[in-house]
């Protein structure tokens, strides 16, 4: 394929290969040097521009025998910093050229702020480059990136650069598999892993990050799809994968094609499900909302999704919509229509529609609404009184018309007669439907031919014109009067259709209240039916659930009672299985209860979300009694146990009768009661702390806490209080949100066990790390580890794998520090210490800060080189 040309050269503009990685360290620098090391082989001119190895030797290895191009040397606030030399790159002029970090800052000094803008001038030379970026920079998914890691990136570059390239190569690994990257320090320094593993990489981020890159791929190449069969005019159905689109008309039978059409999407893996309804580019068409709000929430309930589209041609708009998803199915309702009005108006929809369908196999469903449609009305729906009243114009205006046009006999000839027959015959079908102009035309026709067409004042007709003009008259009076009705009811339906739309559109807004929600449904109800009062009723015992009326506008009685009005009618509309909605006021038409079946609709979603946010409410509670119970329990089941029985077996082996002890024997048995009874006390405090906590006799007193003035209390409550624990950095975090007495005992219990399954001579250490709001606290220990299938385990009571001496005690230990843990609003968890061992995360929310920090300067640039969050 020719290249494009770039503007104002006489050269083609080069080509741009982009690897995409889904974080840093899954090897898309390496990839790149392996695709420049081939083209060289093949016996391209490759150079270097740029490269950023981080000291991994892999790389480095890779850049044997590979011209490196040097770099630029610039200060910037009393720093040296190296760049790409822009200029010697293009002076050099190679065929391809390699550019690693394509969203990088460029230090100021340069002629461009950033690394792609470089690239661009490259690719404008006429250089094909290759460059590396991460999905994290790109300019689209930056906010969504801040909120997975919680780390902002602040160097991005503009998705459409990406888009443009020649080719993008997605360069992937799985979290686990760089997770060990990186513990074998292939990615980064020792110093660095552990805190690199602990913030950035983990599994969640790396397998959400993951995601967003596969996903922005998908997309790249679905857009390339599309291109290509635009640009080959290429209109039939790509089967790549099953997508199965329902059609939805807002009927009863709805619910059944969903779910038939979720059956057949189903039975393929990766199947699409689509619902689409087609409303009519007048926004005229009569289907119900709220049955269609009920269906596109059982569609989305499904895993699918709705569309609308407006077409007039419904069949046309249908498959349309079908090609440009590359439906493979179509799934349609068979006519609610009988054979009597399939016979009179024609082939229906769906036959229509699998005459054009061609490549998409169409299901035509049966259900229990088929055939039992109605003739169409002929004409419009009026009242009892205005049906009445065109019945009577249709007989008074031809009557009317005749005596006065009698008068004018002599000076009126019969096409004027015909033409003012014809005005009264319109006039008669504006006031009472089409049905009362056909009752006005025949009359009229009658009229005229009795007192107009000669022979006069005889039902006879003596020329053959006559009879015809007779009989154009009688047709265009039936054609004019049918349009005119039409016309008349689409206006009326018109303006109906908008006043919903405004309705409903006020009520999309209530509902998006929040928890006003509920209050502002029914009040926009009252006052959108021009009701006196609504309530929200309980089906079961009538209670009322929410209410509004006209007493609140001052409508009552003298007495300040609400004046009573026995005209007044009551309808009921079913909202949800629980509850239903009751209008006291005038008597609502049909038209009205279709709008007023989307108000339930709503309502009974707003009522559900109360429901939920009670039941929610009511939950926590007892989740978190839930926890405190069962660490209570693990912890009267052992820990309770164990130092009185070390007690009672010195405080029994001094009374025993039968044994002489020397002095140095009785003083280590008196040490040892005196120090479990010590324990015993502290114990049954905190666990009578932890049963008021329980029963909501004592709240916790969660204050700010600096680690590194609660860990020495921890370590002195140890039963060695010269155990070797190191800490590290500890007072460079912000202080914790907890209580104090029982983070100390969470500590202790977490410390101990860490110092129970340590390597000999090796010690313990305690690190912190502040991220997203949370502090970390970690109790690294260099044993034997913990398997992935134990990690839930080692929190239950009475578990100590690998060991079988109970003397020590298995720690109200983790169970119980699990517990405190999560009722201060933090977890406690185990991770891999990098190289063997166990670590214990404990994770606390940060308190808060007493003055904001001062906001970064935006004019400042941060290489990424220089940071670890985004080193490539």
């Known amino acids: 394929m020719a290249r494009d040309l770039t503007p104002g050269t006489g050269h083609r503009r080069g080509r741009l290969r982009v690897y995409l990685g889904s974080a840093p360290g899954v090897g898309k620098t390496y990839r790149m040097l392996d695709e420049a090391r081939r083209r060289q082989d093949r016996g391209a001119d490759v150079v270097v521009g740029w490269i950023e190895c981080h000291g991994r030797r892999h790389t480095e290895a890779m850049l044997d025998g590979l011209e490196v191009v040097p770099g630029v040397h610039r200060s910037y606030r009393d720093t040296d910093f190296e760049e790409m030399d822009l200029d010697a790159l293009l002076a050099r002029r190679p065929a391809v050229a390699l550019v690693d970090e394509l969203a990088h800052t460029n230090v100021p000094g340069g002629r461009h702020g950033k690394r792609w803008q470089d690239v661009e001038e490259l690719l404008a030379a006429g250089i094909d480059v290759i460059t590396t970026v991460n999905v994290q920079h790109l300019e689209s998914l930056n906010d969504v990136v801040r909120k997975i890691t919680g780390i902002p990136q602040r160097e991005t570059v503009p998705d459409e650069v990406v888009r443009r390239s020649d080719q993008i190569e997605l360069v992937d690994m799985a979290p686990q598999a760089l997770r060990r990257r990186m513990a074998h320090g292939n990615v980064y320094k020792a110093e660095k892993v552990d805190a690199a593993l602990s913030n950035y990489f983990r599994v969640g981020n790396l397998t959400a990050l993951r995601e967003l890159a596969l996903?922005?791929?998908?997309?790249?190449?679905?857009?390339?799809?599309?291109?290509?069969?635009?640009?080959?005019?290429?209109?039939?159905?790509?089967?790549?994968?099953e997508r199965v689109v329902v059609a939805l008309t807002g009927g009863p039978e709805g619910e059944t094609l969903v779910r038939r059409a979720a059956r057949i999407s189903d039975r393929t893996a990766g199947g699409d499900l689509l619902a689409v309804h087609v409303t009519r580019s007048d926004g005229l068409a009569g289907a119900s909302s709220g049955a269609l709000a009920q269906q596109r929430q059982l569609v989305e309930s499904l895993g699918g999704s709705y569309h609308v589209v407006v077409g007039d041609d419904i069949p046309t708009s249908l498959l349309a919509f079908a090609r440009a998803h590359d439906a493979t199915q179509l799934v349609l309702g068979t006519s609610r229509r009988g054979r009597t009005a399939r016979f009179l108006t024609g082939p229906g929809i769906g036959e229509t529609t699998v005459d054009a369908s061609e490549d998409i196999d169409v299901h035509m469903v049966t259900h229990e609404f088929t055939g039992r449609g109605r003739l169409p009305a002929l004409g419009r729906r009026h009242s009892r009184r205005r049906t009445v009243a065109g019945y009577l114009a249709g007989l008074l205006v031809p009557s009317l018309l005749t005596l006065v046009l009698s008068r004018f006999h002599e000076t009126v000839n019969l096409t004027t007669d015909t033409l003012i027959f014809q005005l009264g015959v319109v006039v008669v079908a504006l006031l009472g439907g089409a049905t009362s102009a056909l009752l006005a035309s025949l009359v009229a026709s009658a009229l005229l031919n009795y007192f107009f067409i000669p022979p006069v004042h005889a039902f006879t007709i003596g020329e053959t014109n006559n009879i015809i003009a007779l009989v154009v008259f009688a047709a265009v009076a039936l054609t004019v009067s049918t349009v005119v009705d039409h016309a008349t009811r689409l206006t009326a339906r018109a303006a109906r259709a908008t006043a919903e739309a405004e309705t409903l559109s006020t009520l999309a807004g209530s509902v998006l209240r929040g928890a006003d929600a509920l209050p502002a449904l029914l009040e926009k109800s009252r006052t959108a039916f021009g009701m006196s009062a609504v309530a929200l009723l309980g089906r079961t015992g009538g209670e009322v659930l929410a209410s509004c009326d006209t007493a609140a506008d001052g409508d009552r009685a003298d007495n300040g009672a609400a004046a009573p009005d026995h005209n007044l009618v009551t309808t009921e509309v079913p909202v949800g299985p629980d509850a239903v909605l009751v209008l006291t006021g005038r008597r609502l038409p049909a038209a009205d209860q279709r709008v007023l079946t989307a108000f339930a609709a709503h309502v009974a979603a707003?009522?559900?979300?109360?429901?939920?946010?009670?039941?929610?409410?009511?939950?926590?509670?007892?989740?978190?009694?839930?926890?405190?119970?069962?660490?209570?329990?693990a912890a009267v089941s052992h820990d309770l146990r164990t130092p009185l029985a070390a007690a009672l077996a010195s405080v029994g082996s001094l009374r025993s009768?039968?044994?002489?002890?020397?002095?140095?024997?009785?003083?280590?048995?008196?040490?040892?009661?005196?120090?479990?009874?010590?324990?015993?006390?502290r114990l049954v405090d905190n666990l009578l702390d932890m049963s008021r906590l329980q029963a909501g006799a004592l709240t916790l007193h969660l204050a700010e806490t600096h680690l590194d003035e609660i860990l020495p209390r921890a370590l002195d409550s140890l039963a060695d209080p010269y155990a070797p624990v190191q800490p590290l950095d500890l007072e460079t975090v912000p202080p914790v949100l907890a209580d104090p007495p029982l983070l100390e005992r969470v500590l202790a219990n977490v410390v101990t066990n860490a110092l129970r399954h340590n390597a000999p001579g090796a010690p313990v250490l305690v690190a912190a790390s502040h991220h997203a709001g949370r502090v970390e606290l970690r109790v690294i220990d260099r044993g034997p580890g913990i398997a992935p299938e134990d990690r839930d385990r080692v929190f239950l009571p009475f578990q100590r794998l690998g060991d079988t001496d109970n003397t020590t005690g298995v720690g109200l230990g983790l169970a119980l520090s699990r517990g405190l843990a999560e009722a201060m609003g933090g977890s406690l968890e185990v991770e891999d210490t990098p190289g063997g061992g166990a670590t214990m995360l404990l994770t606390l929310p940060a308190a808060p800060a007493r003055t904001p920090p001062p906001d970064p300067d935006p004019a400042a640039p941060v290489p990424a080189r220089q940071s670890w969050e985004a080193p490539e």
């Open 215 to 241: 996903l922005w791929v998908a997309g790249r190449v679905d857009e390339g799809l599309r291109d290509y069969r635009a640009s080959h005019d290429i209109d039939r159905v790509w089967e790549t994968r």
């Open 657 to 681: 009768p039968d044994v002489e002890f020397s002095p140095e024997d009785q003083a280590e048995l008196l040490a040892t009661a005196d120090e479990s009874l010590v324990r015993l006390t």
């Open 606 to 633: 707003a009522l559900e979300r109360d429901r939920l946010a009670v039941v929610a409410a009511e939950v926590e509670p007892i989740r978190a009694a839930d926890r405190m119970r069962t660490a209570l329990l």
